[in-house]
Structure formats: C-alpha cells, structure tokens
C-alpha cells in the first residue's frame, strides 16, 4: 500500500469510529431514540390512565398512559375518566409509543387514535392530572401542551375539577396505604 492509501484507510476509520461514538452518545442521551411503537387494537381500558393492546402481532400489552395520572378507581372521578378513557380508545385501532416499562411490567407510552394524543386528551378533558413528577420525561412541547390543558381544565371546572377540592391520585394512594404495625 502506498502511504496516499493508508492515510486514506486510517482517516476513513477514524471518521467511522467518530460516528459510531455521536450515534452511541445520542442512543443514550435521547429516549425517543429507545421508543418502542405498537400498533393494535384497544381491547381493554383497566382505569384512567392504563390500557389493554392487541397489537397487530396478536400478542396483548398493557400500558401505562405517559404524562398523566387519573383518579383510582376507589377515588372520586375514577370510574367517570376510566369511562373518558373508554370512549376515547375502546375496541378503536391505536398506536402507542413507549420509551420504557414501569415496575409493575407495563410499557409507558403516549396512545394515539386517529393521530390524536389521547393522553392529552385526557388531561383537556378534566379526567387526569398532567404528572408532573414525570414530566422531564417528557419532551418540551409536550410538557408545555400537558400544564397548558390542566390548566385550562381547572379554570373552566370541567371534569374533575368541578370538586372543589380534588384529591390528586398520588396523594389519594398514600392515605389509602396501610400503616405499618408497630413492633411489640
């Protein structure tokens, strides 16, 4: 080889390892780069804020609606935003991007019917809290959309928000937690 040749060979290499380095460095840095799509049916909605996919793979998925947390079932307004839920997403055809699993197993993920975020919706609509506690998980214009929507949910007292005092579900599950025993 002449030395043309090889300086040659050891610039394209060191180019390809450049490369590879910002591809691996975005890999990381980006969840949307880790996001998962399913494509599917709704066939079950469980409360407010989690859903039952059949994908198109005939393989059935749970999912927990990123971004937003809906009243408990026990709660006030449970049954009302499971029901919300139900006529945004039952037995209709969505996509659901998931960046991650939770800890009980279920892929997080923003659902969309017909290209609408249901999720958003959700929250415009007075049946869920936008989730603040995760929200950085969020991208900017998503976080901008959800506290926008909240916000205009709680000024027009639509869903939810007609109580004058709404237990937010986070709170709501650490009163309902039981007490630990004292030790004798």
Same mark, same amino acid.
């Given at each position: 080889?002449?030395?043309?040749?090889?300086?040659?060979?050891?610039?394209?290499?060191?180019?390809?390892?450049?490369?590879?380095?910002?591809?691996?460095?975005?890999? =990381?840095?980006?969840?949307?780069?880790?996001?998962?799509?399913?494509?599917?049916?709704?066939?079950?909605?469980?409360?407010?804020?989690?859903?039952?996919?059949?994908?198109?793979?005939?393989?059935? =998925?749970?999912?927990?609606?990123?971004?937003?947390?809906?009243?408990?079932?026990?709660?006030?307004?449970?049954?009302?935003?499971?029901?919300?839920?139900?006529?945004?997403?039952?037995?209709?055809?969505?996509?659901?991007?998931?960046?991650?699993?939770?800890?009980?197993?279920?892929?997080?993920?923003?659902?969309? =019917?017909?290209?609408?975020?249901?999720?958003?919706?959700? =929250?415009?609509?007075?049946?869920?809290?936008?989730?603040?506690?995760?929200?950085?998980?969020?991208?900017?214009?998503?976080?901008?959309?959800?506290?926008?929507?909240?916000?205009?949910?709680?000024?027009?007292?639509?869903?939810?928000?007609?109580?004058?005092?709404?237990?937010?579900?986070?709170?709501?599950?650490?009163?309902?937690?039981?007490?630990?025993?004292?030790?004798?």
């Amino acid at each position: 080889m002449t030395r043309m040749t090889t300086g040659v060979m050891i610039g394209l290499k060191s180019g390809l390892v450049r490369a590879l380095a910002v591809c691996l460095v975005a890999a =990381v840095a980006s969840p949307a780069v880790l996001a998962q799509q399913f494509t599917g049916r709704v066939v079950g909605v469980v409360d407010g804020d989690t859903v039952d996919l059949l994908t198109d793979r005939k393989e059935l =998925v749970r999912f927990r609606l990123s971004g937003i947390d809906a009243p408990e079932r026990r709660q006030a307004f449970g049954t009302v935003s499971k029901m919300a839920l139900s006529d945004m997403a039952f037995e209709k055809r969505a996509t659901i991007v998931a960046s991650k699993k939770d800890r009980y197993g279920r892929f997080v993920g923003k659902v969309l =019917v017909s290209g609408a975020d249901i999720n958003l919706k959700m =929250v415009r609509q007075g049946w869920a809290w936008h989730y603040k506690k995760y929200a950085r998980e969020q991208n900017e214009a998503d976080q901008r959309q959800y506290d926008k929507a909240e916000s205009a949910a709680r000024a027009e007292r639509v869903g939810l928000w007609q109580d004058p005092n709404p237990i937010a579900p986070w709170e709501f599950r650490l009163k309902a937690r039981p007490l630990p025993k004292p030790a004798s």
